[in-house]
């Protein structure tokens, strides 16, 4: 004990003093060191998933904000076909519409509205249109909710009438036996047309 307290050397108490300080503060961070290696939160792995969570709140509004976001010509494929191709006298045309998302993101699209039409066309002849009175459309109101690769269907029927632009009166003409083409705009965006034809 006694050389502990008084080394013995050719060196002065006090470098032996400062030699055995810096050893036991060595001790003590390399102890300090293993502590923080063995129990801190990320030292073993196990606050990873915590650390993941903390960027899903992020990811979440991000998908939220897609998905409220209206779909646009870039997210959605519309086509319509005429479920028959011709049809005979009394019997009201059907078509099926597919909706098929084609973007990168999560988006709306609403089925009715007033950007959305179903237009009947006889050559330059436009026959009807069911924007001329909304509250008599066929085209059944949906809030569709689309994700990548996504698709829906849907059928629209033409109740075999004429229609005039702005109103909801009635017009005294039916249409007659011929070809005609049919166009369904959703949201602002349109498909091909599809040709049918009445008969007698």
């Known amino acids: 004990m006694e ?4 080394p013995v050397g050719r060196q002065s108490a006090n470098v032996y003093w400062r030699r055995r300080l810096v050893v036991v503060l060595g001790v003590i961070l390399l102890v300090v060191v293993a502590w923080f290696l063995i129990f801190s939160p990320s030292g073993d792995g196990t606050d990873l998933p915590a650390a993941e969570s903390s960027q899903s709140p992020e990811a979440t509004t991000s998908a939220a904000a897609d998905a409220s976001r209206a779909c646009g ?7 319509v076909a005429a479920h028959d191709s011709s049809y005979a006298a009394g019997t009201l045309p059907v078509f ?22 179903l237009l009947i066309m006889s050559g330059s002849d436009r026959i ?12 059944t109101e ?25 109103s909801c009166d009635p017009v005294n003409a039916t249409p007659g036996a011929g070809t005609y083409k049919a166009t369904l705009t959703l949201q602002g965006i349109s498909a091909e047309p599809a040709t ?3 008969a007698e």
């Open 96 to 117: 099926d519409a597919t909706i098929t998302h084609t973007g990168s993101s999560a988006c709306l699209l609403t089925t009715g509205g007033a950007d959305s039409e």
């Open 128 to 139: 009807y249109s069911s924007a001329d009175c909304p509250a008599n459309s066929t085209i």
């Open 196 to 198: 049918f034809a009445l």
């Open 142 to 166: 949906r809030d569709l909710l689309l994700s990548e690769g996504a698709s829906e269907s849907f059928q629209v029927t033409w109740d075999r009438q004429r229609s005039a632009e702005g």
């Open 73 to 79: 010509v870039d997210d959605v494929t519309i086509t």
């Open 3 to 6: 050389g502990l307290r008084r």
